[in-house]
């Protein structure tokens, strides 16, 4: 189904582009939110965020208090187990942003959507922005229960300031975002929940892993710009390999590659 009228030509911009785009906006909003898997996929989320922490913050007050003085950790701040909670709480905000496209297609609702909405990038970056938003916006809860478990899990070995564990749930909640999108986009270039799934299991983890276990110089360069590996560092702030905002730029890049990539499968083939 293709949304030109002659081939090769560009369709003119509509004067009510940007109501169009509302509309757009609205609609997938709606449709987000008005099916179970949403609901059932922030609980999630929030479910592995909270045991994630308490585990994480009872190894680290364990650590401290054991027999073992080499493996003491001192003072750890929530913001750092919320950071480092992420890993495994990743998957459920993936889950939402992926099945923002992918159950269109398994339903076939897409056809009604792309009647509604012919210009299909308009579509995709509609999703992209209720993808991204919805994404931000429960990072910030996550993050929020996260520190939340954390801080009174550690005791005295915890602690918790204001500014440092709000600049990490943030940049959380940024993360999620974009790995969120990156779901988004690849869902709509894959259009399988299960494939796409295991395309982004591989790209955010083994495959970065499979590079960094050789100890060879260039293989961890590689590593270093895949985007759970660039996530990383733009979460715990490092300065090296590059700055943290070298790794949020990276995902970014990412997030947007991906999007290209869905917003070419959509024109390409038929819904």
Same mark, same amino acid.
């Given at each position: 189904?293709?949304?030109?009228?002659?081939?090769? %030509?560009?369709?003119?911009?509509?004067?009510?582009?940007?109501?169009?785009?509302?509309?757009?906006?609205?609609?997938?909003?709606?449709?987000?939110?008005?099916?179970?898997?949403?609901?059932?996929?922030?609980?999630?989320?929030?479910?592995?965020?909270?045991?994630?922490?308490?585990?994480?913050?009872?190894?680290?007050?364990?650590?401290?208090?054991?027999?073992?003085?080499?493996?003491?950790?001192?003072?750890?701040?929530?913001?750092?187990?919320?950071?480092?909670?992420?890993?495994?709480?990743?998957?459920?905000?993936?889950?939402?942003?992926?099945?923002?496209?992918?159950?269109?297609?398994?339903?076939?609702?897409?056809?009604?959507?792309?009647?509604?909405?012919? %210009?299909?990038?308009?579509?995709?970056?509609?999703?992209?922005?209720?993808?991204?938003?919805?994404?931000?916006?429960?990072?910030?809860?996550?993050?929020?229960?996260?520190?939340?478990?954390?801080?009174?899990?550690?005791?005295?070995?915890?602690?918790?300031?204001? %500014?440092?564990?709000?600049?990490?749930?943030?940049?959380?909640?940024?993360?999620?975002?974009?790995?969120?999108?990156?779901?988004?986009?690849?869902?709509?270039?894959?259009?399988?929940?299960?494939?796409?799934?295991?395309?982004?299991?591989?790209?955010?983890?083994?495959?970065?892993?499979?590079?960094?276990?050789?100890?060879?110089?260039?293989?961890?360069?590689?590593?270093?710009?895949?985007?759970?590996? =660039?996530?990383?560092?733009?979460?715990?702030?490092?300065?090296?390999?590059?700055?943290?905002?070298?790794?949020?730029?990276?995902?970014?890049?990412?997030?947007?590659?991906?999007?290209?990539?869905?917003?070419?499968?959509?024109?390409?083939?038929? =819904?």
């Amino acid at each position: 189904m293709s949304t030109n009228t002659v081939a090769g %030509a560009r369709p003119a911009a509509s004067p009510n582009a940007p109501a169009a785009f509302r509309g757009a906006v609205a609609a997938e909003w709606t449709k987000l939110f008005s099916v179970r898997s949403t609901w059932s996929t922030m609980l999630a989320g929030l479910l592995l965020m909270a045991a994630s922490a308490l585990q994480l913050a009872i190894y680290a007050a364990n650590d401290n208090t054991n027999d073992d003085p080499l493996d003491d950790r001192g003072i750890v701040t929530a913001g750092s187990v919320v950071i480092n909670s992420v890993e495994l709480t990743q998957y459920a905000v993936l889950a939402l942003g992926l099945l923002a496209i992918t159950t269109e297609f398994t339903s076939g609702t897409i056809r009604t959507t792309l009647q509604c909405t012919p %210009a299909r990038g308009r579509v995709l970056l509609a999703k992209a922005v209720v993808a991204g938003t919805v994404t931000f916006a429960l990072g910030l809860l996550l993050g929020g229960v996260g520190a939340l478990v954390a801080r009174p899990t550690l005791g005295e070995w915890g602690s918790a300031p204001v %500014a440092d564990t709000i600049g990490d749930i943030v940049a959380v909640a940024t993360y999620l975002a974009l790995v969120g999108v990156l779901a988004l986009g690849l869902g709509a270039a894959l259009r399988s929940a299960v494939l796409t799934i295991t395309v982004l299991f591989a790209t955010l983890m083994i495959v970065p892993l499979s590079l960094q276990e050789p100890d060879i110089a260039v293989l961890h360069r590689i590593a270093d710009v895949f985007p759970g590996v =660039a996530g990383g560092h733009f979460l715990a702030g490092d300065t090296e390999p590059y700055p943290g905002a070298v790794g949020l730029l990276l995902l970014a890049g990412w997030a947007g590659a991906a999007l290209l990539l869905g917003r070419a499968a959509l024109r390409r083939r038929d =819904a």
